[in-house]
């Protein structure tokens, strides 16, 4: 499967955003899929994932990012609420085989990775 993220823009602080993820050659049925996010001079954290699970989201994120996935699980999405300038960076989707990882939240366990999304959250 590959992934292509779609959706970042500048936004100002207070303001919402939907991210697309698409998935080509294969849709998500047999993989996790997450969300993660890269600030400048930062590491890449985890915001949200979907697996046999369901949803996880770590706790900085919950309440303001809500993730979800079309019918066909070809498409995962993630809405971004009340953004703050904290929330700029390069965002990213990631999958991984269901079963390959122990933690779809880290960055380490997934396997494969769109080219990512810009988010400004700017005045």
């Known amino acids: 499967v590959q992934l292509e993220e779609s959706g970042g823009k500048l936004v100002q602080p207070g303001g919402s955003l939907r991210l697309s993820c698409a998935a080509s050659g294969d849709n998500f049925d047999d993989y996790a899929v997450g969300w993660f996010r890269q600030a400048p001079g930062k590491g890449r954290e985890g915001l949200s994932c979907l697996s046999t699970s369901g949803y996880e989201y770590s706790d900085f994120v919950k309440g303001r990012f809500t993730m979800s996935i079309d019918d066909d699980r070809e498409t995962v999405f993630l809405q971004l609420s009340r953004l703050t300038p904290e929330d700029t960076a390069v965002y990213y989707c990631?999958?991984?085989?269901?079963?390959?990882?122990?933690?779809?939240?880290?960055?380490?366990?997934?396997?494969?990775w769109g080219k990512g999304t810009l988010v400004t959250v700017s005045s």
């Open positions: 990631a999958a991984v085989v269901e079963g390959d990882y122990n933690d779809c939240l880290q960055s380490y366990d997934m396997e494969i």
